[in-house]
């Protein structure tokens, strides 16, 4: 399997997918605490998507 690294624009997302999902669960951001899991979830999947796919 050959792995290539992610563009930054996937990268950027990712981190910010799961600093969202961080602070939701820690409560700082209320609204989104019934999401923080899947946030936190949709962060790594894409940082790991973006590892396996090139064009991504």
Do not use: E, N
């Not at 997302?13 to 923080?36: C, M, N, R």
């Not at 936190?40 to 999947?45: H, K, T």
């Amino acid at each position: 399997m050959k792995l290539t690294p992610p563009k930054v624009v996937t990268f950027w997302i990712a981190v910010a997918l799961a600093l969202l999902g961080f602070l939701a669960a820690q409560g700082i951001l209320a609204s989104l605490a019934s999401y923080a899991v899947w946030l936190l979830v949709a962060g790594f999947v894409l940082l790991a998507l973006g590892c396996l796919l090139r064009d991504l």
